[in-house]
């Protein structure tokens, strides 16, 4: 059994219109968001193995303020640029390279893959994912292989505005 988390990131900013898409940073609601979403992450028993993130700065801020928050160690954070708005397939492709050894993984990354991937996993949950919303499910599968696999039993779905 493998555990994925898909974390949307939190808010950013679009205050200077200047800056690339990849270099827009979190915004004051973001900065706020992301450590109360890791209190949840651990109130929901999330204990990750690898934390998986994409280098966009918004992604990578949200990750490093979530492991920090998780006692996860910053050291440990790997980021991947494929998960920069990474499609269901790109995504998946991503999940199935890493190591059979990590038994839980947290994805911070981007919308629409997140919501597509998290909808076809849990074709019940027919949602949007948030800003700094996430979604962990629980696959019956001994590696991170998930092509053929679209099943999957919610764990915990949650998000910024959820009443708690």
């Not at 991937?117 to 696959?139: D, M, Q, W």
Request: include cysteine; charged fraction near 25%; hydrophobic fraction near 40%.
């Amino acid at each position: 059994m493998k555990t994925i988390t898909l974390l949307r990131h939190a808010k950013s900013s679009w205050d200077n219109t200047d800056l690339a898409d990849f270099d827009r940073p979190l915004n004051a609601r973001g900065k706020k968001n992301a450590p109360d979403m890791a209190q949840r992450l651990k109130a929901a028993g999330i204990r990750p193995s690898l934390i998986l993130s994409s280098p966009a700065k918004r992604a990578w801020s949200t990750a490093k303020i979530i492991a920090t928050k998780i006692t996860y160690p910053i050291e440990f954070l790997q980021r991947d640029r494929d998960l920069y708005h990474a499609g269901v397939n790109r995504l998946i492709e991503v999940l199935a390279s890493q190591d059979e050894g990590f038994e839980n993984i947290i994805l911070v990354a981007h919308n629409p893959g997140l919501t597509d991937l998290a909808n076809e996993l849990i074709p019940e949950l027919t949602t949007n994912l948030p800003t700094c919303g996430f979604v962990s499910v629980l696959v019956d599968v001994d590696t991170w292989d998930l092509r053929g696999r679209r099943s999957a039993e919610l764990i915990e779905y949650n998000y910024p505005k959820k009443p708690q």
